[in-house]
């Protein structure tokens, strides 16, 4: 018998993963920045980044629907990950509904309905599968703090200021939301397919809002940050919410594509 081949994605994770760290880090930098400048050049009207962000997180959001009506368990999932989605969507909802009542209002309108049933699922039919014990995430330490900054910080409109705060209390749970699942994914050591999907779906979601953001500052030149001479906080907090959320989603990519490229189902969180 001849000696097994190797696939081509084989050879190129096995050398990725010799390389140094600053190595990985400027490759993955570098492919980040093609895809900002291939989304420059084929997407024209910014707010379609939103859109595609906003139907990816739905998408994966249906992912999980998928595992808990097949599968019939909710192992794996981080139900307080789930509150706090649903939280900030439900906060976001609101604050679009009165303010704008475009798609984006009907997306997250979706998003909610499907993540309150998940909730659902997990806290009622499906409870005897939810692993409490790993889910172990304070709440409090990503609610208060954004409560906290939302009032100190937020957009300066013409709507009423409640609501201004509430906008800006939504942006940043949702930057922080996906802790309570990477916690209890660190803590499982294992994750499964279904829930591997859904939070890459999240990261994919997350990247497009990112890029949205990174365009618009420099096609203005970076107006919206020289505001922040004249004390207006909000584009920045804004902004460093969406990277924040990206670089906290950016190490579990990179492991969801490697143990996709190499054919495992059950992927294995780096300890």
């Known amino acids: 018998m001849g000696r097994k081949r190797s696939s081509p994605a084989n050879v190129v994770f096995g050398?990725?993963?010799?390389?140094?760290?600053?190595v990985k880090i400027f490759l993955g930098a570098t492919l980040a920045l093609f895809a900002l400048v291939?989304?420059?050049?084929t997407v024209k009207n910014h707010s379609h980044f939103f859109v595609a962000s906003e139907a990816v997180h739905a998408l994966g959001i249906m992912v999980l629907i998928y595992k808990l009506t097949t599968?019939?368990?909710?192992s794996g999932l981080s139900l307080k990950s789930q509150e706090l989605t649903a939280l900030f969507l439900a906060v976001r909802l609101f604050?679009?509904?009165?303010?704008e009542g475009d798609i984006h209002t009907l997306l997250d309108f979706t998003a909610l309905v499907s993540t309150i049933w998940v909730i659902y699922m997990i806290r009622f039919?499906?409870?005897s599968t939810y692993i409490k014990e790993l889910d172990n995430f304070p709440l409090y330490y990503v609610v208060v703090p954004s409560a906290i900054l939302a009032v100190l910080i937020h957009p300066y409109t013409q709507h009423f200021r409640v609501g201004r705060i509430l906008w800006a209390l939504g942006a940043y749970i949702e930057a922080v939301s996906i802790l309570p699942?990477?916690?209890?994914?660190?803590?499982?050591?294992?994750i499964e397919p279904f829930t591997a999907h859904y939070?890459?779906?999240?990261?994919?979601?997350?990247f497009l809002s990112c890029a949205h953001w990174i365009i618009q500052i420099y096609e203005t030149g970076g107006r919206y940050l020289y505001l922040i001479g004249s004390g207006y906080f909000w584009f920045l907090a804004a902004f460093i919410a969406e990277m924040v959320q990206t670089f906290i989603l950016t190490d579990f990519c990179y492991y969801y594509?490697?143990?996709?490229?190499?054919?495992q189902l059950i992927m294995k969180m780096p300890v």
């Not at 050398?15 to 600053?22: A, D, F, I, N, V």
């Not at 291939?38 to 050049?41: F, H, M, V």
């Open 15 to 22: 050398w990725l993963r010799r390389q140094p760290m600053k």
């Open 38 to 41: 291939a989304l420059k050049l």
């Open 71 to 74: 599968q019939k368990t909710c």
């Open 95 to 99: 604050c679009s509904t009165i303010m």
């Open 125 to 127: 039919k499906l409870k």
């Open 181 to 190: 699942q990477l916690h209890l994914m660190q803590n499982a050591k294992m």
């Open 199 to 206: 939070v890459f779906a999240l990261g994919i979601s997350r």
């Open 257 to 263: 594509v490697k143990s996709v490229m190499k054919g």
